[in-house]
């Protein structure tokens, strides 16, 4: 059986697509690892001070974790929506949801007295890229009338 033809333009889109993927994906565990330790420095001061766990440092970490873990989910979506056309409006609603997420996760270290932290401002911006990205995949597959 002869392996499956693209044409050129699909096979191009299919590859930026798992590229793309492939960053998010990366970018998803080198973050939730990053929340990981925030975490962790939080309850170890918390425990070596004898005083309560920090709020500020807590929330971030936590909303770090949980947002980078969506972000990496996205990329593995990428990944199986670059080989599987039928997939990208699962890549389209996984990246909304990412997207939603990080303006929460914004607003949560914003209003526990946290600065906007740049990991999930650049967070956002993949996010907003892959939902370009998903919803211009979508257009393209779709019949042209």
Known sequence: MAPRKEPPQKNSV???LRAFAFLLVIWGVIDCVSGGAIVYQA??????AGATLSLASSVLGVVVVAVSGLTAAT??????ASRTPAR???LHTLALAGVVATGLGLGLCSAVGNELPTSLLFNGVLLII???VAANAQKQEQPQS
């Open 14 to 16: 299919s590859w930026y």
């Open 43 to 48: 309850i170890a001061e918390s425990l070596a």
């Open 75 to 80: 990329g593995v979506m990428g990944l199986i």
């Open 88 to 90: 990208l409006g699962s």
């Open 130 to 132: 892959c939902l370009v």
